[in-house]
Antibody, heavy 129, light 108 residues
Framework: EVQLVESGGGPVKPGGSLRLSCSTS????????MSWVRQAPGKGLEWLGR??????????DYPAPVKDRFIISRDESRNMLFLHINNLRTEDTAVYYC????????????????????WGKGTTVTVSS | SSELTQPPSVSVSPGQTAKITCSGD??????VYWYQHKPGQAPLLIVYKDNETPPGIPERFSGSTSGTVVTLTITGVQTEDEADYYC???????????FGGGTRLTVL
């Protein structure tokens, strides 16, 4: 069974840094595409970026709003995914989820698909002075 | 991916049919996925590739598309279906994943 368990959240002051962890089990982390998603209080889901599988390059992609402050990394020996957040702002207060993603191209039509297949329960980050 | 627009809220009585829409200019060219999110729980994928349901998802959940609008339909709504529902799409040309703003389904 695929399981994802996030940790590392808590209170932090503006300007600080934080590393969130996602412990994975039930699959080979190096072979998976993984994302981080957050939900701020009263807001919707926001995609924060993803890490490609090793065979697809092992690099990370980020949306423009976070690309300068967020870094996704992976430790395959420990089956862990990380999200490093620098220069934290009050608007980073949110529940942070890691996800195992499904992706590819549909046979025949060759239409691209990408979705969040399995989610963890999240870890809460509170940024406040 | 372009923006995805959902109604903020939908209300239905138990046993009725709920329809939640998601609109976006790029939707004719991309698949849409739907997630159910209950307070304190992990979001759950309930529809993928517009209209397919993962194993274990009740048959009352279904998806459909018509041009720039995709619809999540819950037939015979149950009280346990009360949750936030999000649509999502992705673009292969620019690495991006976009969520709709979410729809709060209230079962009266």
């Amino acid at each position: 069974e695929v399981q994802l368990v996030e940790s590392g959240g808590g209170p932090v002051k503006p300007g600080g840094s934080l590393r969130l962890s996602c412990s994975t089990s039930g699959f080979t982390l190096s072979g998976a595409w993984m994302s981080w998603v957050r939900q701020a209080p009263g807001k919707g889901l926001e995609w924060l970026g993803r890490m490609r599988s090793e065979i697809d390059g092992g690099t990370a992609d980020y949306p423009a709003p976070v690309k300068d402050r967020f870094i996704i990394s992976r430790d395959e020996s420990r089956n862990m995914l990380f999200l490093h957040i620098n220069n934290l702002r009050t608007e980073d207060t949110a529940v942070y989820y890691c996800t195992k993603d499904g992706r590819g191209y549909t046979f025949g039509s060759y239409r691209y698909f990408y979705y969040m297949d399995v989610w963890g329960k999240g870890t809460t980050v509170t940024v406040s002075s | 991916s372009s923006e995805l627009t959902q109604p903020p809220s939908v209300s239905v009585s138990p046993g009725q049919t709920a329809k939640i829409t998601c609109s976006g200019d790029a939707l004719p060219n991309t698949y849409v996925y739907w997630y159910q999110h209950k307070p304190g729980q992990a979001p759950l994928l309930i529809v993928y590739k517009d209209n397919e349901t993962p194993p274990g998802i009740p048959e009352r959940f279904s998806g459909s598309t018509s041009g720039t609008v995709v619809t999540l339909t819950i037939t015979g709504v149950q009280t346990e279906d009360e949750a936030d529902y999000y649509c999502q799409s992705a673009d292969s040309s620019i690495p991006s994943v976009v969520f709709g703003g979410g729809t709060r389904l209230t079962v009266l």
